[in-house]
């Protein structure tokens, strides 16, 4: 079965330092998502990216954030200066059309970022 | 402020009885809406999706949608202790592109 695949499965950063979180979506997957979840909290929405564009974002996807599609296979979330409060399972999704209706999310296993 | 409300539990069951989660939304927008299944430190695993008023029926869960009451459920039947788990209800506004989840519901099925 397709699957959306997240590297790394976790990264430690220090407090300020760049990070990257990887996706492979599914191939033949159109739009592209990162989601997070705080530990004992809510999974929530940060960003959609269609046709090499964002689509949508959330209050929480700030000047920090951004997403790249670099070749044709992988979706990058970076965070510029990671703050405490970043620290996070991050999940990458992708969906074949717009979320809704038929076309649901398929979510990786997720990336745990730990600030300290 | 689009909200999806669940009552976080734990909801614990016997095995072999059913299991009913509860699941309201705010918006009245919302057109899909969807079950999702979150084990510990994992991914959220679709289960069931839901766009009409009614029950929908997929094996042991049937998922049903309430939009006049802007209700959404999900029954387990049968409950086993590999469904233990946290439930994600979900759901999707018209024309939009992102999940708004709720906070979940742990399920505990016991032996």
């Known amino acids: 079965e397709p699957e959306v695949t997240q590297t790394p499965s976790h990264q430690v950063t220090q407090m300020g330092q760049e990070v990257i979180l990887r996706c492979v979506p599914i191939s033949n997957h159109l739009y592209f998502y990162w989601y997070r979840q705080i530990l004992g909290q809510k999974v929530e929405f940060l960003v959609s990216f269609y046709n090499n564009e964002i689509s949508e974002k959330s209050e929480i996807f700030d000047d920090q954030f951004s997403v790249e599609r670099p070749d044709g296979s992988n979706f990058t979330l970076k965070i510029r200066s990671t703050k405490l409060e970043d620290s996070a399972m991050y999940f990458c999704?992708?969906?074949?059309?717009?979320?809704?209706?038929?076309?649901?999310?398929?979510f990786g296993a997720g990336s745990r970022l730990t600030v300290l | 402020q689009k909200e999806v409300e669940q009552n976080s539990g734990p909801l614990s069951v016997p095995e072999g009885a059913i299991a009913s989660l509860n699941c309201t939304y705010s918006?009245?927008?919302?057109?899909?809406f969807f079950w999702y299944r979150q084990y510990s430190g994992k991914s959220p695993e679709l289960i069931m999706s839901i766009y009409s008023n009614g029950d929908k029926e997929d094996g042991r869960f049937t998922a049903q949608l309430n939009k006049a009451s802007q209700y959404v459920s999900l029954l387990i039947r049968d409950s086993q202790p590999s469904d233990s788990a946290t439930y994600l209800c979900a759901s999707v506004t018209g024309g939009g592109n992102k999940l708004t989840f709720g906070t979940g519901t742990q399920l505990k099925v016991e032996l």
């Open positions: 999704a992708s969906s074949l059309g717009l979320a809704g209706g038929a076309n649901v999310l398929t």
């Open positions: 918006d009245r927008g919302s057109q899909s």
